[in-house]
């Protein structure tokens, strides 16, 4: 919210249920160290060098070229869409912020690296907007496949959506003006062609052999899986308490190195209808992501609020109970095949988000009735990627089923949460679910 708080422009993070702080591995790899001076605050902020540092600047309503200090192509877009397209390009190049960054001064040019990028953004926008009528079609992906180089060979994403888009398809893409290259390079119709999978890739959208039932068969099902209808509309509370198997930062003070595997302690609050804190005791200072019904935030050794593509994940993410209210947050609903999920067969049901920004996916075991699985996507402007959560283990607590572990993969990396007590309807303060305050900015740095 405030344009102060401290590493809000080096961390960004997805938020979700069980989410992530992967990001702090990556910047402290890419970066040598988290180190945040002062001077990158005042950096972020309009502050000519020498004067008072201004009152924090409200990020919501503001362009990009409003709010950050040297946006250039993207200065036309909400300033809340910038993280996620920043996340976006980590996952797309499979690099660290600091790849392209001073993670002390965003706004400098020093890189080339970042002048690659920017020029590579336009690139992307003109071919889309010239070749593909304006859909994102091409993003950084579609040649880079997650590395900084990409090969000399690209290939267009099989992976398709409810009703055969791609999932890049189906969210806006963003124009930018006076970039085009010559219209008569369009394609006629021969898109579609561009656009199909690989030899070799699942064919996902085939018609499955057995007949599928409705959706809302399958949703009653889960229902009736879930516990007694009394004992679900009695619930308030899940506390969730036990560990979690991830890549750790290396310890604030400790020289930069590769991440190791760890398995700090993690403890999940749930309240309903949608709050959520999940905290995880990571070496040095535990890491806290919440979501209070309306702010979805991270505290690590850095804090930001989430916001744009990343908020509406996060939103997913704190369900009381996951995939329960999918048919309400979505629309054109469809049980679209059965797939294998680990070891179980689950029945998949696709649907359009309500807002228009995507589609997502929720599976459920084909004899059990539980949700074993749910795929959304963070989408930013330049394009999206998926996250996955599966649920494993479920046992009954208080007459409610409840996964005792939860696997969170994600091209950001995954976490294993192994649950070890878990608890319905113990008292949860609603204070916890709320952003702790930010301490106040600090003095501007001399004049250079
Ligand atoms: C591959 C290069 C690349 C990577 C990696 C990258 N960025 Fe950027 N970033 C850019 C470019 C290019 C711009 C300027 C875009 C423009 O001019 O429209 C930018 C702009 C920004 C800005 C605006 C700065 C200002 O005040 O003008 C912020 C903040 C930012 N990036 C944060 C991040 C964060 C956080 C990460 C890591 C998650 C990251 N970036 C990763 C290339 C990159
Ligand atoms: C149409 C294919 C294509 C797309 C789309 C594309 N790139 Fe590239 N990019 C390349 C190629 C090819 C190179 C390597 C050029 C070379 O070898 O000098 C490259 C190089 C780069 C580099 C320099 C890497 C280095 O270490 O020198 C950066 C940074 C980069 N791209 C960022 C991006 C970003 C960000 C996007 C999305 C906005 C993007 N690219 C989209 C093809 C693409």
Redesign the pocket.
């Known amino acids: 919210m405030e344009h102060t708080d401290n590493g809000s422009?080096?961390?960004?993070s997805i938020n979700l249920g069980f989410g992530r702080i992967s990001?702090i591995t990556m910047?402290a790899l890419f970066a040598g160290a988290l180190l945040l001076s002062p001077a990158n605050i005042v950096a972020?902020s309009a502050a000519p060098p020498g004067q008072a540092t201004p009152p924090p600047m409200d990020i919501k309503g503001k362009t990009?070229s409003q709010y950050?200090?040297?946006?250039?192509?993207?200065?036309d877009i909400p300033a809340i869409d910038?993280?996620p397209a920043?996340?976006y390009?980590?996952v797309g190049?499979g690099?660290?912020?600091a790849?392209?960054?001073d993670v002390r001064h965003?706004?400098n040019d020093d890189k080339p690296?970042?002048k690659t990028?920017?020029n590579m953004?336009q690139m992307t926008f003109a071919l889309n907007s010239t070749i593909f009528d304006n859909q994102l079609r091409v993003t950084c992906f579609t040649c880079h496949r997650g590395q900084p180089l990409p090969s000399a060979s690209p290939v267009l994403s099989p992976e398709k959506g409810p009703e055969g888009l791609a999932p890049a398809g189906t969210y806006a893409s963003v124009v930018v003006p006076g970039i085009a290259l010559s219209s008569s390079m369009a394609p006629e119709k021969a898109s579609a062609s561009a656009t199909t999978a690989p030899a070799g890739a699942p064919a996902v959208a085939k018609a499955p052999p057995v007949a599928l039932p409705s959706v809302d068969e399958i949703f009653a099902k889960y229902t009736q899986a879930l516990g007694s209808a009394e004992a679900l509309a009695k619930a308030s509370t899940i506390v969730q308490k036990g560990t979690v198997e991830m890549a750790l930062p290396p310890a604030p003070g400790t020289p930069p190195g590769p991440p190791t595997i760890g398995h700090p302690a993690a403890e999940s609050d749930r309240k309903a209808p949608d709050k959520v804190l999940l905290t995880i005791d990571l070496p040095g200072k535990p890491s806290k992501e919440g979501y209070d019904g309306s702010t979805s935030w991270l505290q690590a050794a850095f804090s930001r609020e989430n916001t744009g593509g990343e908020k509406a994940v996060a939103q997913e993410g704190a369900e009381f109970i996951p995939g329960l209210k999918f048919r309400d947050n979505h629309s054109r609903l469809k049980a679209d095949s059965i797939e294998k999920v680990g070891d179980r067969e689950a029945y998949r049901v696709s649907g359009f988000r309500s807002d228009g920004s995507g589609f997502d996916r929720v599976y459920f075991d084909t004899q059990t009735g539980l949700l074993v699985r749910t795929v959304t996507y963070m989408n930013s402007v330049l394009g999206s990627f998926p996250i996955e959560n599966d649920f494993e283990d479920y046992r009954p607590v208080s007459g409610i089923q409840i996964p005792y572990t939860n696997r969170f993969i994600s091209p950001e990396g995954n976490r294993i949460f192994k649950w070890e007590q878990v608890q319905v309807n113990a008292p949860v303060d609603d204070a916890i679910f709320v952003r702790p305050p930010q301490p106040p900015p600090p003095p501007p740095p001399p004049a250079k």
């Open positions: 422009k080096v961390l960004t990001e910047a972020q990009a950050y200090k040297n946006v250039k192509v993207l200065k910038i993280h920043m996340e390009i980590m190049l690099v660290g912020c790849y392209c960054h965003f706004d690296q970042k990028a920017r953004i």
